[in-house]
């Protein structure tokens, strides 16, 4: 029972950097895992990236080096800054936050790197 809302999302050129935020609003719990996935047309959802209450995170091999997952004091809103930008990064990127057996999406946000 937990809402998620992504924003950020937009048209940017190769090379250049976005900053995905996502609030999360809701019952609290205190072990819990927030991630970004991603899905482009034909293609699979992935994760991009994840970070746990405990503040581990975790990259995919793609993004490593260039993104950057963080969150709040609070732990209510997680952040994807992306740098470096290539077009194989477009996609709609989904919020997720995971605790125990449960698990809620955001509605998604659009990412496209092009010229």
């Known amino acids: 029972q937990v809402q998620l809302v992504e924003s950020g999302g937009g048209l940017v050129q190769p090379g250049g950097s976005l900053r995905l935020s996502c609030a999360a609003s809701?019952?609290?719990?205190?072990?819990?895992?927030m991630g970004w996935y991603r899905q482009a047309p034909g293609n699979e959802r992935e994760l991009v990236a994840a970070i746990t209450s405990g503040g581990s995170t975790n990259y995919a091999d793609s993004v490593k080096g260039r993104f950057t997952i963080s969150r709040d004091n609070a732990k209510t809103t997680v952040y994807l800054q992306m740098n470096s930008l290539k077009p194989e990064d477009t996609a709609v990127y989904y919020c997720?936050?995971?605790?125990?057996?449960?698990?809620?999406w955001g509605q998604g946000t659009q990412v496209t790197v092009s010229s």
């Open positions: 997720n936050v995971h605790w125990g057996n449960r698990d809620s």
């Open positions: 809701g019952s609290v719990v205190r072990f819990f895992t």
